[in-house]
């Protein structure tokens, strides 16, 4: 018998347990299943039923609730688009109008590294060269140690690197155990931390934010309006926020986050909008 046949099957006890906890069940899937199945077998209950009675007995697992469902996917210059318009666009402009000191850039749920690496490889390519003296500092938070670990490796299989731009590849990856290695030089331009959304305040003054596939795809409600509304608090005048192309801001928090493009998913803070005109 599999845990599912004994009661709940996965997306029955998504429907029952998410909702109230302001989490979108329709996001979870897979991943998360492994993930429950393995909460419920440290837990020692029966199946999906009787870990969602559990969760309505227990306040304290159904705070936690968000980290057993977490999804960890991500991948070197995921939505290829975003990444052109960086390099060609918004990199430039924020080098040339802060020369004075580094951009400060943020990611929140930065998996194994895959996006600030993202960064960090453009920024070492191509903006260094053309802005002297440009400088960049990267920080990228996420709640799992696997993941960071993982990310200050910097090791990757072959299979990762499928997006990543051959002249990159060649140059900044080494053969290494059956994978790849990402030099030093790029490694050391990330700051990778430990850091729980639901606990910890974010760091505050950042150029640019990006916040893919977290809030925006799997909290839902007053959850996700406080955390637009605290990263928006976190971006610098002239600064934005970067989501996936799946996500958008909603119309409960368009009073927070305004669009400033009309295909990418870039939103600038309302108030830095009002305070320019
Ligand atoms: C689906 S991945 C997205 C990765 C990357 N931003 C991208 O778009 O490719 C979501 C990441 O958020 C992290 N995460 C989930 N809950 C979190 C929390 N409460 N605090 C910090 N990070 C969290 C997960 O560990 C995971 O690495």
């Not at 943020?106 to 590294?113: A, D, E, F, K, T």
């Not at 799992?144 to 990762?160: E, F, H, I, Q, T």
């Not at 925006?216 to 996936?244: M, V």
Request: aromatic letters at 10%.
């Amino acid at each position: 018998m599999t845990l599912g046949s004994r009661g709940l099957i996965f997306d029955e006890f998504l429907k029952r347990a998410c909702p109230e906890r302001e989490l979108d069940w329709r996001k979870y899937r897979r991943a998360s299943r492994r993930n429950v199945l393995s909460r419920i077998h440290q837990l020692g209950l029966g199946g999906f039923s009787e870990f969602a009675d559990y969760l309505d007995a227990n306040p304290v697992e159904a705070a936690f609730l968000p980290n057993v469902l977490r999804v960890t996917v991500s991948r070197f210059f995921r939505e290829k688009e975003l990444w052109d318009h960086l390099t060609g666009k918004i990199l430039p402009a924020m080098a040339a109008a802060n020369v004075d000191r580094p951009l400060k850039v943020l990611h929140i749920g930065c998996c194994n590294g895959e996006e600030p690496y993202s960064l960090a490889l453009l920024w070492k390519h191509e903006i260094e060269p053309a802005f002297q003296g440009a400088g960049i500092a990267i920080t990228a938070l996420d709640i799992d140690k696997a993941c960071l670990d993982r990310a200050r490796r910097g090791w990757y299989p072959r299979k990762a690197l499928r997006e990543v731009p051959r002249e990159l590849q060649k140059k900044w990856f080494e053969p290494e155990a059956d994978g790849y290695r990402l030099h030093e030089e790029i490694r050391s331009m990330v700051n990778f931390r430990k850091f729980d959304l639901l606990k910890d305040d974010l760091p505050r003054e950042m150029d640019i934010i990006f916040c893919r596939y977290l809030v925006f795809t799997y909290f839902h409600g007053q959850r996700r309006r406080k955390f637009a509304r605290s990263i928006a608090e976190s971006i610098n005048p002239g600064g934005l926020l970067i989501l996936g192309q799946k996500e958008s801001v909603s119309p409960q928090e368009e009073d927070l986050l305004a669009s400033m493009h009309q295909s990418l998913k870039l939103y600038r803070p309302v108030s830095h909008i009002k305070g320019n005109l």
